[in-house]
Structures are given as C-alpha cells and as structure tokens.
C-alpha cells in the first residue's frame, strides 16, 4: 500500500506544472526559490508549520495559503530594497507536504447533486470523477428529468463568479460528459416541460 502511495505521490510531483497556478502553499511543502539577478540566493527552503519560509534578505516570509505565483510576489517585493530594482524571483514547489499529497491523492471532494435525480445530496467523489459518472453515483436521472438541460454550476476560486455550463445528455451537446468535476462543484438536473 504504502508502494502505491509512494507511486501516486511521483505522479503527483510531475503534475506540479499543471497544479501550480491554482495549488495553494502548505506547512511542510519544499519550495524551491530563485532570484534571477543573484544565483547564489537560489536555494531549497521548507514552509515552517506557521506557513513561512526563511529567505536571505527577505527574514520570515509568510507564504502558507498562497499560490506559488502570489509567493514569488511577495519575495522579491521584501527583496526590493536589496537591489537597484525590484529582483525576478521565481517559485516552485518541488516537494509536497505528506498532509498535502492526501489532498491530492486519497481524499475525496464533495459534488452536490439536486433536482430530478435518484439520490440527489452530496457524492463523495473520487479525484478525476466524470459529469457522467457522478450523476451515475447519485442513481442516474428519474423519468422526470430535463436530460437535455443538464447543469454544471462552477464558482471560480479566483474571482468568486459562478459559471453555469449545460450538458444535452441526450444529444450529446454542451460540454462533454467526460468533464472532470472540481471539488464544490453543484449538479442541477432540472425538471422537464410538458412538450420537452
């Protein structure tokens, strides 16, 4: 068990690129810093369990909760003042806390389904579940449901906006059934018209 743990946890680190814009820093996680203008700042450093990192030049930067892109931000603006002008820093995260791999790997996220379906609620899904496979997991539709207006409401963690994107499960239209879902994401099946 523990071998496959290990397995998902590499596969994990290799997805960082594609993770890193939304992956928010952790107490334990490694960053790796550079500062582009000074090589011999380049280094590895761990996020302490307050969530900040010690940086030369910079002391005790609190980074726990923030995007690798809002971290380097805040780098090289404590950075500034050591240079003629404001440094490029980067960071990235090149290992994950063991707190942070279960998130990644083994715990399940929330999609809540309602409306004209068999077991509407929450459903614990696995990571990479489908539209399909979740609406399959709560019983699939009754004999009353809107398939062809099928709705996936989305909020953006950026900006807080939902988004409404609608599946046509009969036509095969819209998005794709083979949506991943994302964890908070609301399945609402609606109930169909007289002549739908």
Do not use: W
Not at 80 to 85: D, H, L, T, V, Y
Not at 124 to 151: D, M, P, S
Not at 152 to 178: F, M
């Amino acid at each position: 068990m523990s071998k496959i743990l290990s397995m998902l946890a590499a596969v994990a680190l290799l997805m960082l690129p594609q993770l890193a814009a939304a992956y928010s820093i952790a107490p334990g996680d490694t960053l790796q810093v550079d500062v582009l203008e000074d090589p011999g700042l380049n280094r590895s450093v761990l996020v302490l369990p307050d969530g900040s990192v010690n940086f030369p030049g910079a002391g005790p930067v609190s980074v726990g909760g923030k995007t690798p892109a809002a971290a380097q931000e805040l780098i090289a603006s404590r950075l500034a003042s050591e240079f003629a002008q404001k440094p490029s820093v980067y960071v990235s995260v090149v290992g994950l806390s063991p707190e942070s791999q279960k998130d990644l790997i083994e715990r399940p996220k929330n999609i809540y389904i309602m409306g004209e379906i068999n077991q509407p609620g929450i459903v614990e899904a696995e990571r990479g579940v489908t539209l399909l496979q979740a609406i399959a997991q709560a019983g699939g539709f009754t004999r009353f449901a809107a398939t062809k207006r099928v709705e996936l409401h989305r909020v953006d963690p950026q900006s807080g906006r939902e988004r409404i994107y609608v599946y046509d499960y009969r036509n095969n239209r819209g998005i794709s059934g083979a949506t991943p879902l994302a964890k908070g994401d609301v399945i609402v099946i609606p109930e169909r018209r007289l002549f739908e």
